[in-house]
């Protein structure tokens, strides 16, 4: 742990919130004995993510209008940026993981990353608080908009803006299945336009199945 907080540049006070923090579900699962996975830290870590991308984004570009903003607040923390936020610090080489996503290569699976790095986020938080964490999630944010390392499609933000041409329809997304082992989930939802089902997607984080059910709503408006 003291090589990830070095590369990090943090040292916690708390060791627990960083142990926590690293340990995936399937690692708890099979230890049986009351250890905590990280997913409870990923929740939170998620929403102080979600607050310092949106300043961060507020103060960088003060006459960019809110989709411009939403759209790129979105491609900054999709599955495919965290994940990669997450391979620069090799997050995953020091995450608890159970024998079965050790021998499918979880340590390197994109949402395995993602949700680790906003536990890791979280675990700032609790420890140093705000601006720990701000400084810690800046250093990536930073980087990943001068090196223009945004290449994502944000088809949630894309639909929204359809939607909101009229301001009585109200756009809401379902978690509606779950499949397969610890090692290789799989998220199915439904995005509702109030209450009638435009779109179906499947993906291996929520975030991504979000996105692929926006994506076939959109298709199937013809945008």
């Known amino acids: 742990m003291k090589a990830l907080e070095k590369r990090i540049g943090y040292s916690f006070n708390n060791k627990d919130y960083l142990m926590v923090a690293l ?10 004995n009351g250890i905590q996975s990280n997913e409870r830290m990923e929740f939170l870590g998620d929403a102080v993510l979600s607050i310092i991308s949106a300043e961060f984004l507020y103060k960088k570009y003060p006459n960019m209008p809110e989709g411009e903003l939403s759209k790129l607040r979105s491609s900054l923390v999709c599955t495919e940026s965290l994940s990669g936020f997450a391979r620069e610090i090799s997050l995953g ?52 908009v001068e090196n223009h390392k945004i290449s994502f499609k944000d088809y949630k933000t894309t639909l929204q803006e359809v939607v909101q041409q009229n301001p009585d329809e ?48 959109l298709t199937l408006m013809g945008l």
Request: net charge negative.
């Open 170 to 217: 109200n756009v809401t997304y379902v978690l509606v299945g779950e499949s397969g082992p610890d090692h290789d989930k799989q998220f199915e939802v439904e995005v509702h336009l109030n209450s009638n089902v435009i779109g179906r997607g499947k993906g291996r984080s929520k975030k991504s199945a979000e996105q692929a059910a926006a994506k076939e709503a």
């Open 23 to 32: 340990t995936h579900s399937s690692f708890a699962n099979e230890r049986h």
């Open 93 to 144: 080489s020091v995450l608890f993981l159970g024998k079965g996503e050790i021998n499918t290569g979880g340590e390197d699976r994109p949402s395995i990353l993602e949700n680790a790095f906003e536990a890791l986020i979280a675990a700032i938080y609790l420890d140093g608080g705000m601006e720990c964490a701000k400084q810690f999630v800046l250093s990536f944010l930073e980087k990943a």
